[in-house]
């Protein structure tokens, strides 16, 4: 249940991770290791940054206060030790919104269980300002809603651009494979096998592949080969998989991981790419036992977990908690279109990494903020005083992302002055030292009205709207400020389609049409 509450600033909130709701369609999967979070353009003017590993400028994390612990989005009074931080690991997932796209185009209606908003937010270009090496840019701006006092405002991050393939250092990718018998499906191991065989040859010769795939067993079928001299051979053994039974997901995971520490190389990105429907009926079906193993992997070897979702029913909570412990992110491929985007004009972005452990922290200003909510990151929560801890897992982020968080924030009457610092920290993915980037926001430079923002900045309103109205049905739940309703956003849409150009934004107009009707 999401609420909004009054910031206050010595509770700590807990890390909380959750099955994330159906392992969105892993059938595209293959194709899911090329999507890129999107590319960014200027940073907005009244965003001030400033860079250091450990800076003293922006407030410490309070310690913990005696009395019950309350997350994010509970309800809460006003008092002086009012929390008014709020800390996440980053997220680049975006399956949640391609499963949601798929099944409203097949005319049903989304569970609310697999809508996470920050994947609506973050399957769309941004126009943020990017940094020239490894790290993040930080960008922070706000519009006021036409709900009086309630603005939302927009923390924004960005890696440097992706490099060309020939630039960026050598992969050694480990294809775990579904062919159990639900894999048969149009659309799953066909365009997994089409996807696979399209990145063959986009990847370099100094690159390596392994494949093992999984059904009632798990069986290697390709031990880590160089691309150099052995694409043929690759090619065929792709071809050659055909579906079977049963799907042992957990004998899939250890024998994939244990292939990939086997052919792991110095020097590599070193990476499991786990292409499933994720529907787990046989062998070890425990996640916890699963996960272990994932766990285990990327600790010891710093090996990280691509998961790409395929089919029209989708192990979206299984994948997507999988992809966390395993220090990674998933995507959804619904089709040919999909799968050529993650494989073929997004491959340097899921292949290469430009920060470990990335986690960010809002201090709000309680002189001017009354209350805030951060919209999703339901399961990457991570406790305040934990922001600076670097044995606490965040996210794992690569070149060419964007990252945004979405707040909806109520002002104070006649608040003047600073109102937010966002600060991301992150660990370099070679050395492991710790950097931090930091930028403001001041009460001036809110847009005066949310739908005359940037475009990009409307955006991002419209698919947290988006996403927020797919969840409503929990009587308990509130809708964020400034709800305009499927039927007004739909048209709110469709103006940005037009006006940015962006077929991606076409199509999410065209998901909210579909929804508005589906709710007849």
């Known amino acids: 249940m999401e609420r909004y509450r009054t910031p206050r600033p010595g509770t700590p909130h807990p890390r909380t991770r959750r099955l994330r709701a159906a392992l969105l369609a892993l059938t595209a999967t293959s194709g899911l290791l090329l999507t890129a979070c999107g590319a960014g353009g200027g940073s907005d003017s ?15 994390p309070p310690a913990p206060t005696a009395g019950e612990q309350k997350g994010e989005d509970s309800f809460a009074s006003p008092s002086p030790t009012t929390d008014y931080l709020s800390t996440f690991a980053l997220d680049v997932d975006t399956a949640s919104y391609g499963y949601a796209r798929r099944t409203l185009a097949a005319g049903q209606r989304p569970d609310p269980s697999t809508i996470r908003p920050e994947e609506f937010v ?36 960005a890696t440097r651009p992706a490099a060309e393939t020939g ?27 089409k996807s696979l065989d399209t990145m063959t040859d986009r990847l370099r010769d100094d690159d390596s592949v392994a494949i093992v795939t999984f059904s009632e067993k798990a069986e290697q079928v390709l031990p880590m080969t160089r691309l150099g001299g052995h694409r043929g051979e690759i090619h065929h053994a792709i071809d050659g998989l ?9 004998a899939g995971v250890e024998t994939g991981y244990a292939t990939a520490v086997e052919g792991r190389r110095k020097n590599a990105t070193n990476r499991v790419v786990l292409i499933s429907d994720a529907l787990a009926n046989d062998g070890d079906t425990d996640p916890d036992s699963i996960l272990d193993r994932i766990s285990s992997g990327r600790r010891e070897y710093g090996i990280t977990l691509f998961g790409v979702g395929v089919g029209s029913d989708y192990g979206d909570a299984l994948m997507e908690r999988l992809a966390d412990k395993g220090d990674g992110h998933t995507v959804y491929v619904s089709g040919e279109g999909d799968a050529r985007k993650v494989f073929c004009d997004q491959l340097p972005q899921n292949i290469d990494l430009t920060a470990r452990d990335a986690k960010a922290q809002v201090a709000f200003d309680p002189a001017t903020v009354a209350e805030f909510r951060l919209v999703g990151y339901d399961d990457r929560r991570v406790a305040d005083n934990d922001f600076r801890n670097d044995r606490v897992d965040g996210g794992e982020v690569g070149p060419g992302h964007t990252v945004t968080a979405l707040y909806a924030v109520r002002t104070r009457p006649g608040a003047d002055g600073h109102l937010a610092t ?19 926001l001041e009460t001036g430079a809110l847009n005066d009205s949310l739908w005359e923002a940037s475009p990009r900045f409307q955006v991002t309103a419209v698919a947290a709207y988006f996403a927020d109205a797919l969840r409503q049905g929990d009587e308990r739940r509130r809708s964020l400020p400034g709800d305009p309703g499927l039927g007004k956003l739909h048209d709110r849409a469709e103006k940005l389609a037009k006006k940015t150009e962006d077929k991606d934004v076409q199509q999410l107009a065209d998901a909210i049409d579909q929804a508005d009707r589906s709710q007849g």
């Open 46 to 60: 009244s965003n001030k940054a400033s860079d250091g590993a450990n800076r003293t400028g922006f407030p410490a």
């Open 122 to 157: 973050n399957s769309f270009r941004q126009d943020y300002e990017r940094p020239d090496g490894n790290g993040f840019t930080v960008t922070v701006d706000g519009a006021l809603t036409d709900e009086k006092n309630w603005s939302l405002v927009r923390v924004g991050l």
């Open 167 to 193: 630039e960026r250092p050598p992969a050694a990718l480990t294809f775990v494979i579904d062919i159990s018998g639900s894999m048969s499906e149009p659309g799953r191991l066909d365009l997994a096998q």
């Open 242 to 250: 055909e579906p079977t039974y049963s799907t042992n997901l957990g």
């Open 422 to 440: 966002a600060t991301v920290r992150w660990l370099d993915p070679d050395t492991r030292d710790p950097h931090e980037k930091s930028g403001e």
